[in-house]
T-cell receptor, first 110, second 112 residues
Framework: SQELEQSPQSLIVQEGKNLTINCTSSKTLYGLYWYKQKYGEGLIFLMM?????EEKSHEKITAKLDEKKQQSSLHITASQPSHAGIYLCGAESGTYKYIFGTGTRLKVLA | DSGVTQTPKHLITATGQRVTLRCSPR?????VYWYQQSLDQGLQFLIHYYNGEERAKGNILERFSAQQFPDLHSELNLSSLELGDSALYFC???????????FGQGTRLTVV
C-alpha cells in the first residue's frame, strides 16, 4: 500500500527564517495535497499539485511536485508565528483511499 | 469555515458504551471520508463513502461501522468502546476523485 513520509518530523525556526518540509511517496503520486492543522483543530487545505514539475504559491508558501511525481516540498519564506502548526501532505492512493503523511510540527519563535 | 459540519464537538463516555458521530458534507460533495487522529498514530484513514456506497476501508476496527445516507450525511458508529479509542475523529468531503477534501472541525472523543 502507498505510504507518505514527511521530514522533518518537527521544526523550530526563528521568525523571518525560511524553511522546507518534504513529503516522499512510496509510489507515484497522481495528486498531492498540502494541509495545515492548528493543534486540536481541523485541517485547512493549502494547495493541490498534480503535474510533474508543477509549482504553486500562496502568499509566502510555495509547494512543488518533482518531475518523477514521488516527492513534494513545501517552502515557507520569511516565516511568521502565524505559520506555526502541523503541516500534512495527503494523496489519493489507487484504491480510493485518501491518505496522509505523518505530519511536520512547525514552531516559529517570535 | 470549510462547510463540513461535525457533531458533537466533544463527547465523553464510559468504556463499553456505543456512540454515533455525525458528519454533514459540503453542499454538492459526494465523497465522505472518516479519520481517527491520536497523538501517537497520526491521521489514520478509516473509511470512504461515495454517494451512499462504501468505496474503501482503511484501518477500521470491526467495532466501528459507518454509513452514508441518501441526503449524503454520514454517521460513524463506535461500539464496545475502549480507553484506546479516545481520539479526535474527523470527517472530510470532496466532489470525488482528483479533487481536494475539506475537513470538519472534528469530534473529540474521550472514553473514561
Amino acid at each position: 500500500s502507498q505510504e507518505l513520509e514527511q521530514s522533518p518530523q518537527s521544526l523550530i525556526v526563528q521568525e523571518g527564517k525560511n524553511l522546507t518540509i518534504n513529503c516522499t511517496s512510496s509510489k507515484t503520486l497522481y495528486g498531492l495535497y498540502w494541509y495545515k492543522q492548528k493543534y486540536g483543530e481541523g485541517l485547512i487545505f493549502l494547495m493541490m499539485l498534480q503535474k510533474g514539475g508543477e509549482e504553486k504559491s500562496h502568499e509566502k508558501i510555495t509547494a512543488k511536485l518533482d518531475e518523477k511525481k514521488q516527492q513534494s516540498s513545501l517552502h515557507i519564506t520569511a516565516s511568521q508565528p502565524s505559520h506555526a502548526g502541523i503541516y500534512l501532505c495527503g494523496a489519493e492512493s489507487g484504491t480510493y483511499k485518501y491518505i496522509f503523511g505523518t505530519g511536520t510540527r512547525l514552531k516559529v519563535l517570535a | 469555515d470549510s462547510g463540513v459540519t461535525q457533531t458533537p464537538k466533544h463527547l465523553i463516555t464510559a468504556t463499553g458504551q456505543r456512540v454515533t458521530l455525525r458528519c454533514s458534507p459540503r453542499s454538492g460533495d459526494l465523497s465522505v471520508y472518516w479519520y481517527q487522529q491520536s497523538l501517537d498514530q497520526g491521521l489514520q484513514f478509516l473509511i470512504h463513502y461515495y454517494n451512499g456506497e462504501e468505496r474503501a476501508k482503511g484501518n477500521i476496527l470491526e467495532r466501528f461501522s459507518a454509513q452514508q445516507f441518501p441526503d449524503l450525511h454520514s454517521e460513524l458508529n463506535l461500539s464496545s468502546l475502549e480507553l484506546g479509542d479516545s481520539a479526535l475523529y474527523f470527517c472530510a468531503s470532496s466532489r470525488g476523485g482528483g479533487t481536494e477534501a475539506f475537513f470538519g472541525q472534528g469530534t473529540r472523543l474521550t472514553v473514561v
